[in-house]
């Protein structure tokens, strides 16, 4: 079983910057498109960011210019930069995991991480 674990979330001030960190078992970054997502109170859940086999990354419009992903093939781990974090980007993010090669826009993603928490005051 894929296991995703989140870390690096917390709380920062409108402007201020943060780096979401996945590390992954029983699978391999570098093989398969991986995503994060996000879910606000009361609102559905959203794709943030998407990397696939080949490195080509995608993005939604709301985060384009402001968040970066990436992945560590040595340490199995995928990245969220964020920076210029604007209150709107409150929200639980998760990693996940879509084991084929390339991705589908935000769909297709079978394994999730238990999200982390990110604040951001205004």
């Known amino acids: 079983q894929v296991q995703l674990v989140e870390s690096g979330g917390g709380s920062v001030q409108a402007g201020g910057s943060l780096r979401l960190s996945c590390a992954v078992s029983?699978?391999?970054?570098?093989?398969?498109?991986m995503g994060w997502f996000r879910q606000a109170p009361g609102e559905e859940r959203e794709g943030v960011a998407t990397?696939?086999?080949?490195?080509?990354?995608n993005y939604a419009n709301s985060v384009k210019d402001r968040f970066t992903i990436s992945r560590d093939n040595a340490k199995n781990t995928l990245f969220l930069q964020m920076n210029r974090l604007k209150p709107e980007d409150n929200a639980m993010y998760y990693c996940a995991a879509r084991l084929v090669k390339t991705c589908s826009i935000w769909l297709g993603f079978k394994y999730w991480g238990q999200g982390t928490q990110v604040t951001v005051s205004s």
């Open positions: 029983r699978a391999t970054v570098s093989n398969y498109c």
């Open positions: 990397i696939n086999s080949d490195g080509i990354a």
